[in-house]
């Protein structure tokens, strides 16, 4: 284990891990109740939130990592994480977009140590390279400690339609340009059209920043928005923070980090985008969960294991269950089976993301306990 | 409800239900501690040996009604047929095929009522048209009452490979034809030879006679046999039942009654058979289920109901559950789900007989616990 350069001189390196969203698209794995990040969708016992908290030990000592989470989820991450301490857990009373959830993280923890520097980390993202990855934050704190916002990107590999873009511009240093443009979501042809041209990332949500930038840049777009999650900030520690959630949580506005800090922040030029060449998956649905784990010689990716599992003719499947019942499957390309107490999925692998259509079925027929 | 003419100068009609065998290409819906027969595979709440006994209600009272089945099974019979008598439920020891347990019935039966007519019908068949099945087992006991064992043979409706044949001789009397041939399960040119030359009956093991007829015929081919079932129909309603049966049971020859007296009986000239031409199945496996019930209008079968099942895009697939799940399916044709609290099996229909490998494969990795 390597761990980071911290001297006197440089500010300290603080992990937040973001612990949002249920990720409706894997479906019945993942639920409202019971969201992606908690289950072990990493090829080995770990949850993916364990795995990212794994991931980072490299880079911040337990007493400087911290989960962002809702209030109903704070529980279970506490018995994820034991070693997290925790006031390092940010239980958010309500969900108000992630600009709230990662400005909550930085108004605290700016309070407790003003020179922090701050990653940001979906809780429910694979990473396949600890090493390159280690190497990519490093680079992205230094960068940060200058005073740029920094969002560390992701080299594209294939076409995708699923994820938006950022269009890098002018170099600021060897590998680090600033962020010219960001791109929502593009056609088939313009995401090939990005491949071939080189030049754009995916934004995977990654951001390394000073806290007090990133409070400053918020600050400069969303005053309103600063001040309040100022308050809530120096409060925390103290016996106010009850009272003075009540008085301004509710009033956050509802709005991303991007649209909120980093899409303004490349507007001015404060954004500088570090590229990341390590393999990395956000797990979106069954079809992505396949090609993210390594799978068996017939190409089948079974989890948690295949004790229980008999397949005879099948390829290319991805089966996961959390139930330990018997799983027989016969002749069959391409399927998703995914296997939980209470409801079962059956689809092809291309048809994946219509999982959310399936959900919305249940929905409307009251089947609310199974979402 | 019509009842069946009885008069003074006719012998009494019997129903005897053989419950027996597990139907493990129904697997993981049956089992060797659950039986086929003992599931509602009728499309209604029924289970089959359920609609098979309302189905006999017309022939025989609950008084001259029986069940033949294996001790492990006669618990479960008792309570899914609360009408039928207790002194009616037959339990053998131990497996001794077809001829043993048929034999039981038609020994007991005549010690209680020399005169008795027999007509024998599987705990696990369905039947499409109440009235014509019973109008064709009337007829078949009429034939039966003058001294010949009958055959309820099914006219077939496709070239089926699964099944034996009966090939009809000499009439000897309008619709009634001696069996010239028993024919063992035919390729399928063979099957289709059959079908165009007409004149072949599926064999479905339905079988009429008179109890003293059969167990003359039996003591003609197989007198140990005999001997030993008429010793212990002698002693069933005594205090030496459980003697007997001990002394007796264990020495029972393995036979299939085919073998053991209708083949020699066809060969003799006194077996006849009757055409069965009423819808029928025995429901061998998932495939043939989605053939033998109503289906939905994109002709999907869901049992028990379709309140837990949501389809997207899904056709002629057949869809079981016993347990309640929410179980969504999207975007396939002709699939079997099965699906039980500790086994789900996956399959296109047009493999569901390869069960049985599953069967084999999980008896090897020593699941005996899912057979």
Not at 99 to 120: K, N, T, W
Not at 138 to 149: Q, T
Not at 315 to 329: E, F, N, Q, W, Y
Request: charged share 25%; with cysteine; proline share 5%.
């Amino acid at each position: 284990m390597r761990a980071m350069t911290q001297t006197q001189e440089r500010p300290l390196f603080y992990s937040v891990i973001i612990a949002g969203g249920t990720g409706t698209r894997l479906w019945p794995l993942s639920r409202a109740r019971y969201p992606k990040f908690l289950h072990a969708l990493t090829g080995s016992d770990s949850s993916l939130l364990q795995a990212t908290a794994n991931r980072l030990t490299e880079l911040s000592p337990a007493e400087r990592t911290y989960v962002v989470t809702g209030v109903a989820h704070a529980a279970a991450i506490s018995r994820q994480l034991p070693q997290i301490l925790e006031p390092n857990i940010l239980a958010e009373p309500t969900q108000r977009d992630s600009c709230a959830a990662i400005g909550l993280a930085a108004a605290v923890i700016a309070q407790r140590d003003p020179e922090a520097v701050i990653g940001v980390f979906s809780a429910d993202h694979l990473v396949g390279d600890q090493q390159r990855f280690t190497e990519v934050i490093e680079k992205a704190a230094e960068v940060a400690d200058r005073g740029f916002l920094v969002a560390v990107g992701i080299e594209p590999t294939r076409a995708e339609e699923g994820f938006g873009y950022l269009r890098m511009g002018e170099e600021v240093q060897p590998g680090v340009a600033l962020v010219a443009e960001f791109k929502e979501k593009p056609s088939r042809e313009i995401a090939n059209a990005y491949l071939e041209a080189g030049g754009y990332l995916w934004n995977a949500g990654m951001f390394v920043f000073r806290a007090d930038i990133f409070l400053e840049e918020l600050g400069r777009h969303k005053p309103a928005l600063r001040d309040a999650l100022t308050r809530i900030g120096q409060a925390w520690d103290s016996d106010g923070r009850e009272q003075t959630i009540d008085e301004f949580w509710g009033g956050l506005e509802t709005i991303s980090v991007d649209y909120a800090v980093m899409e303004p922040c490349a507007v001015g030029g404060r954004l500088v985008a570090v590229p990341a060449d390590f393999p990395w998956s956000d797990i979106g649905d069954f079809h992505s969960l396949g090609e993210s784990l390594p799978n068996d010689d017939t190409d089948n990716l079974v989890l948690p294991g295949s004790d229980q599992v008999v397949l005879r003719d099948v390829k290319s499947s991805v089966i996961v269950s959390t139930t330990g019942r018997v799983i027989a499957v016969v002749g069959m390309d391409e399927l998703v089976v995914a296997d939980t107490n209470d409801a079962l999925l059956i689809c092809p692998r291309g048809r994946a993301q219509e999982v959310k259509l399936v959900i919305e079925s249940l929905r409307q027929r009251g089947h609310d306990q199974h979402l």
